[in-house]
């Protein structure tokens, strides 16, 4: 077999691949989208619709459901309780995340199994599930007092965040070399005003990232919001579930309704900022 066949040879098996790879993108696009477009002909159907034909298409396409949700959501306060807790958990856990990631990454150790000790110790809440915290999290909450106020729900929401918010961050500070911290040392500057003006500026790429990556977080968040919020007023926007579900019924269709009102904020939300969630990823990508 000459060079020119191989060649030829080479590149029908590449195409070969590329048509494969293509269906099965195109198989797990589509797996993705059918369950979100049979919630939408859900929520024109009537409860008995959805019992009996849930996967035929609707007698009639009505906005009664929309209606109904509209008038049980309490969606300003609902929205301006997840807003409240978002911010103050995403402050707190940027700043813990930020001096905990610089440190781990800049400081010098004694012993290098020191410091990827600490890294893995932070990371590992990854593996750890929320529901195994739940009972924990509420007695401390009831130890303190902090049930019926935001501090209850900030507090878990920041904690749990950390994990993530580190392996993006210290992947991202590996990621350029500290010449230029070097330089701003050797021209006087402090510990405090290196991390401001110098370091924080080159991370807003990663940072925008995780933020947008938390707010999504704590909007779809549910297990910790039902367990720790008790008082109608301080629902959050993720509580919806609970909000058609009575002693001995649930309203099927006004929950599928209630469902797509608070879904279709979140898709603008993360179009509108898919490109800073992409160029945060690939700029940590460079060096793990």
């Known amino acids: 077999m000459g060079h020119s066949d191989k060649k030829s040879h080479y590149t029908t098996a590449a195409r070969r691949m590329d048509r494969i790879l293509n269906c099965i993108v195109v198989v797990i696009t589509v797996m993705m989208i059918i369950p979100f477009l049979w ?5 024109f159907k009537t409860d008995s619709e959805i019992l009996t034909t849930p ?3 609707p007698e009639q396409f009505s906005l009664d459901n929309y209606k109904r949700a509209l008038d049980i959501l ?3 306060s609902m929205y301006l309780n997840t807003m409240i807790i978002a911010f103050f958990s995403e402050a707190i856990c940027l700043a813990a995340t930020f001096m905990s990631s610089y440190g781990l990454t800049r400081l010098k150790y004694r012993s290098s199994k020191l410091q990827n000790g ?3 110790y932070i990371i590992s809440g990854l593996m750890i599930p929320t529901y195994i915290l739940l009972f924990p999290i509420y007695r401390i ?3 303190l007092k902090l049930t019926g106020t935001y501090t209850a729900l900030i507090l878990p929401l920041a904690a749990s965040s950390i994990s993530f918010n580190t392996l993006m961050f210290v992947g991202f500070l590996k990621s350029f070399p500290s010449e230029l911290e070097e330089a701003a040392v050797i021209d006087g500057c ?3 005003r290196l991390c401001w003006s110098v370091v924080m500026p080159l991370m807003k790429p990663i940072m925008a990232t995780v933020v947008i990556f938390n707010v999504l977080y704590v909007w779809n968040e549910y297990p910790l919001s039902v367990t720790l919020i008790q008082d109608p007023a301080m629902r959050t926007i993720s509580m919806v579930v609970s909000m058609f579900r009575g002693a001995y019924s649930i309203d099927y269709s006004g929950l599928v309704a209630g469902t797509i009102i608070i ?5 603008i939300f993360y179009g509108i900022f898919q490109k800073y969630i992409v160029g ?3 700029a940590g990508a460079v060096k793990g």
């Not at 919630?39 to 929520?43: A, G, K, P, Q, T």
């Not at 879904?263 to 898709?267: A, G, K, R």
């Open 39 to 43: 919630i939408i002909l859900m929520s």
């Open 74 to 76: 309490p969606l300003g």
């Open 141 to 143: 909450n009831v130890i």
């Open 55 to 57: 996967f035929s298409l």
């Open 118 to 120: 600490l890294y893995l």
């Open 190 to 192: 402090g510990l405090i």
């Open 280 to 282: 945060g990823q690939t």
């Open 263 to 267: 879904l279709i904020p979140q898709l």
